[in-house]
């Protein structure tokens, strides 16, 4: 644990309470919420609950992320002010990874500047599968010595050997492989990655490798699953080529509307996600993981 000098308080905003209750349980620590006030405009006023000042974790995943960052700064400064430290920011969705370069003159790539963002604001930040792409340490990202990236492809893999112990495993892109050949090594299942042609958000081709797939149950793994088309692409490309079911396996469901619709009319019969963003699909929580993550930290 952090410390063992000063008490230690797990913090929350109203929209993750069940997450972090179930978290600060298995740590044996209070758990307490930030009260949240939006004004009109849409303004912000967060105010801390009384507690005893001391190392304060605060869980906040990241999803829908332009307002949480705003109150994640007012909470963290606050938080300082009042002499509480170390601040360990829990963050289980870590938004901003995937602009990882500058495609264009001008384009701001804002994996370095949330990055830099999120290190001023606390002492510790863990957060579960980042999309990393060009890039292999969360530290390049965000810069601190304690920024930590920890997989769930353990977890996905004690669930997935209960649901389909002989599924393949597809990747539906190349970006996908790094989390698809972890869950395949915990598994011991079969996998392969397809190759994917983007034309734009919403447009996109993808091209299978010579692997059969004919009346084989084919689970797609991805770590994050926002607008589908590239999942919906892929499995109707499975369709296509004799696949009994499809499935999808993902870590992050960051839905917008028509996605469950897009990825069940592609004949995509079911989608795990952990419960790193609230969703109806969440099978798979991710409490273990960080409580042990957050037993080995050493600050």
Known sequence: MPTKKQPLTLLHFPEQAKQAQEL??????????????????????ITLPDMQA???????????????????????ETLRDSGNTPIILVAPY?????????????????????????STLSDCIITVDPHLHRISELTEAIPSKHA???????????FLRQQI??????????ESEQWVSKLAK????????????????????????ATDVRGRHIVIVDDIASSGHTMATCARALAQQGAGNISAMVTHAL????????LE?????????????????????????LAETLKKLDL
Request: charged share 20%.
């Open 94 to 118: 870590l938004c901003y990874m995937r602009q990882d370069i500058a495609f264009r003159k001008g384009d701001a790539v804002s994996q370095k500047i949330i990055g830099r963002f999120l």
């Open 255 to 262: 839905y917008d509307n028509d996605t469950a619709g897009l």
């Open 24 to 45: 600060a349980e298995a740590l044996s620590i209070p758990c307490m919420e930030i009260i949240l006030h939006h004004f009109p405009d849409q303004e912000s006023m």
């Open 265 to 289: 009319q592609a004949g995509i019969q079911q989608v795990w996600s952990t419960n790193s963003v609230k969703h109806p699909s969440n099978r798979i929580s991710l409490t273990p993981l």
């Open 54 to 76: 001391g190392a304060i974790i605060i869980y906040l995943s990241l999803d829908h992320p332009n307002q949480k960052l705003i109150e994640l700064m007012l909470a963290c």
């Open 165 to 174: 112990p002989d599924a393949i495993l597809a990747g539906p892109d190349e």
């Open 148 to 158: 930590l990236a920890v997989s769930s492809a353990r977890l996905q893999a004690d």
């Open 186 to 209: 915990y598994t011991g299942l079969e996998y392969f990655i397809a190759h994917k042609e983007r034309y734009g958000d919403r447009n996109v081709k993808v091209n299978l490798p």
